[in-house]
């Protein structure tokens, strides 16, 4: 009897898969878009100070139930991270601990300063692992690259934003140089893919939001870097992030007819980050244009990460996100 009434929560935790640490970087994403838009729309910062505490407690739950993966199913565990898609979304929980870093820097140095290092040093040991992996490994075909292989090697573009404050300006720009490069020989090879092969499965399409990424966070970090000051490359960054965005938004009746998966959550972060940086690009030009589009931003990746929420709790509910593909 005690058997059969714990198999469910066994089967879900055989499952769980470590795609949810997305999740963690789109509300973390969001918080930081509404700390911004505090200081740059005047808005109340009690909202992002309750929603950090909600991402806090989410990330724990997230961490907690992966830890009793890897404590219950090993071999499950390992199986994700051999496999050639899902190896890209472990640094994931890296990531997340850097945004969290940033949204923290407001709390405590301490912590954030924590948080920095920790994430930094993960998500660099990530970062080598993964093109080591790509490079001597035969598994890899063409159909397993997709938009979610910037998440461990251009990730590094994130470790800058709260790098310079805490005054590891030069480590800042070692991350950030690995970031940009590496992102423009993965975006040649995205777009090789998408271009002259099988087009993404639909479960995948959503990663396609993930281009937008690398510039928006590039920008947001390049400016970091650059003391605060706007210069010709940073527009550069900025302005193929909203090109990016206006290009998968003319697309939007596409990803409408896509069921529920937890790819849905590609759709999160770099809605975030762009929102972000328009709020930068305002403050720094002042554009009634832009200060438009950063309401508007902000509007719309607020409406789609509490959509995921309530999707993504009702397929946990269900157990529908707990499945073998």
């Known amino acids: 009897m005690a058997d059969s009434a714990t198999s469910p929560t066994l089967s879900k935790l055989q499952y769980f898969p470590i795609a949810f640490f997305a999740m963690i970087m789109g509300t973390t994403g969001l918080t930081l878009a509404w700390q911004k838009a505090a200081v740059v729309l005047q808005l109340p910062a009690l909202v992002s100070q309750v929603m950090l505490v909600m991402v806090a407690c989410l990330f724990l739950a997230v961490c907690l139930g992966y830890v009793l993966k890897i404590l219950r199913f090993p071999e499950m565990s390992l199986k994700e991270f051999h496999h050639p898609i899902k190896i890209s979304f472990f640094p994931a929980f890296s990531i997340s601990l850097l945004l969290l870093s940033v949204a923290t820097l407001q709390i405590s140095d301490?912590?954030?300063?924590?948080?920095?290092?920790v994430g930094s040093?993960?998500?660099l040991g990530f970062t080598l692992h993964v093109i080591t992996q790509w490079i001597h490994h035969p598994k890899f075909?063409?159909?397993?690259?997709t938009p979610a292989w910037f998440i461990p090697v251009v990730g590094n573009i994130i470790v800058p934003i709260a790098g310079v404050e805490h005054g590891f300006t030069e480590a800042s720009w070692f991350f950030f140089s690995i970031g940009v490069v590496f992102w423009i020989v993965l975006k040649?090879?995205?777009?090789?893919?998408?271009l002259f092969h099988d087009p993404l499965p639909e479960?995948?399409?959503?990663t396609l939001f993930i281009l937008i990424a690398p510039p928006a966070v590039g920008f947001i970090s390049y400016t970091k870097l650059n003391g605060g000051e706007i210069d010709g490359f940073?527009?550069?960054l900025y302005y193929t992030a909203l090109f990016l965005v206006l290009l998968l938004f003319t697309q939007v009746e596409r990803f409408r007819r896509i069921p529920f998966f937890l790819s849905w959550w590609a759709y999160s972060f770099p809605l975030a980050?762009?929102?972000?940086a328009t709020q930068i690009m305002y403050q720094a030009t002042g554009s009634s244009f832009l200060h438009l589009l950063s309401w508007v931003l902000l509007i719309i990746v607020s409406a789609v990460i509490t959509?995921?929420?309530v999707k993504t709790a009702k397929a946990t509910i269900s157990g529908g996100v707990f499945k073998p593909d």
């Open 110 to 117: 301490g912590l954030s300063l924590y948080l920095w290092v």
């Open 121 to 123: 040093v993960m998500h």
């Open 141 to 145: 075909q063409i159909q397993h690259s």
């Open 188 to 194: 040649t090879l995205i777009f090789n893919r998408v």
């Open 203 to 206: 479960k995948l399409l959503p």
């Open 234 to 236: 940073g527009r550069i």
């Open 273 to 276: 980050a762009a929102t972000i």
């Open 307 to 309: 959509l995921l929420l």
